[in-house]
């Protein structure tokens, strides 16, 4: 599985960090245990080999970093509910398609004859509207810090074009409150984060001094190589077994102290924060971002009056899985009723969740 650039040296720092997270454990008793915020993490732990290799030493946990895996059923009914209409296009990024909401997915109406086209990027979304006058072109837009940029973008071109078709249904998610809701709410039991190398490019390594200031939970910002991630690691434990918290940067070569001014300044321009439900979460105050008003004319919540019920409840624990309180085993449907060629639920659907990568690289025969 392992396939570092530099061999000798992962498997080095691999032999470190089991020796110090055993020390860990010796000293407080129990296994040290680090959340990966984001679902690139995820994959890559798993892919690579590196939490097959920790297993027993250290406790890698899933967190609500995936975008696909934290956007809320309702927002899927609401835009199956869009498709039906014959006028219209709907635009999605491709790992969407396939999420079941409450009764089927877009894929479904897809297929049932709907309008509904992958895109690569908001962008071509735009283009489609503007080949396609005569019909409405909404974009699905989920995502966190990493896409909301490129969302502001979709809608300044629309603007420039003075696009009169083109609207999108947003539903973006912020990485600092669903922290602060996972420590304070959910009280997940955890020693440190690794934090999100792409959302961190945005954001910038000061976003997150609240972790320490309100929590003293230390965080390490980490790119996606095995020898990367292991290093990371291997701070985090220092970090715990010295008691000494800090935010570290470790992916200094594109996470700036403050971020990307101009990614944050299009973002504030076009997109202001909101309450946003997350699947398996609730309603986080002030966790998402929504069109602001002066661009309401893009925006697909104002434009089409769409109200859906509560979904039903279902076996799929993918709500515990993004708060770490439950392994993709633990589900009744893993790897049964659920599978990747017929997921019952986003963490099984999307590239980043971790069922998927359980399901790829973890599972037991
Ligand atoms: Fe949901 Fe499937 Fe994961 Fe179970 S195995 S939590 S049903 S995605």
Not at 155 to 169: C, E, G, R, V
């Amino acid at each position: 599985l392992f396939e570092p650039a530099d061999p000798a040296v992962a498997k080095e720092l691999a032999q470190k960090v089991i020796e110090l997270a055993d020390r860990c454990k010796e000293k407080f008793g129990v296994m040290p245990a680090f959340m990966e915020v984001c679902g690139s993490h995820t994959m890559a732990l798993a892919k690579t080999g590196v939490k097959l290799i920790l297993q027993g030493h250290v406790n890698l946990i899933s967190g609500p970093g995936c975008p696909v895996c934290v956007t809320d059923q309702k927002q899927i009914d609401a835009m199956i509910e869009v498709a039906e209409s014959n006028n219209r296009i709907v635009c999605t990024f491709g790992d969407m398609i396939r999420v079941p909401g409450s009764k089927r997915s877009l894929q479904s109406a897809k297929t049932e004859g709907r309008d509904v086209r992958i895109v690569y990027s908001p962008l071509d979304a735009v283009r489609i509207a503007e080949e396609n006058p005569e019909k409405e072109v909404v974009f699905l837009g989920v995502g966190f810090e990493t896409t909301v940029p490129v969302l502001a973008a979709a809608i300044q071109l629309a603007a420039q074009k003075n696009l009169k078709n083109f609207s999108m249904w947003a539903t973006t998610k912020l990485v600092q409150p669903v922290l602060r809701t996972l420590l304070s709410v959910k009280k997940v039991k955890i020693n440190g984060f690794l934090l999100p190398g792409h959302v961190s490019i945005v954001l910038g390594e000061q976003a997150y001094q609240f972790l320490i200031d309100e929590f003293r939970m230390p965080g390490v910002i980490s790119g996606f190589e095995p020898v990367e991630m292991l290093s990371a690691i291997y701070k985090l434990l220092k970090m715990v077994y010295e008691d000494r918290p800090e935010i570290l940067n470790n992916y200094k070569s594109v996470v700036r102290l403050e971020g990307n001014k101009t990614a944050q300044k299009i973002m504030n321009e076009f997109f202001q924060p909101c309450d946003e439900a997350w699947r398996g979460i609730g309603v986080i105050p002030q966790s998402g971002l929504e069109i602001r008003e002066k661009y309401s004319r893009f925006n697909a919540k104002e434009k089409f009056n769409i109200k859906v019920g509560e979904p039903k409840k279902t076996l799929c624990r993918c709500g515990d899985m993004i708060c770490g309180l439950a392994s993709p085993e633990e589900c009744v449907l893993f790897g049964k009723a659920c599978t990747p060629l017929h997921p019952i639920g986003p963490c099984m659907v999307s590239t980043e969740g971790s069922c998927a990568a359980h399901y790829s690289y973890m599972r037991k025969e």
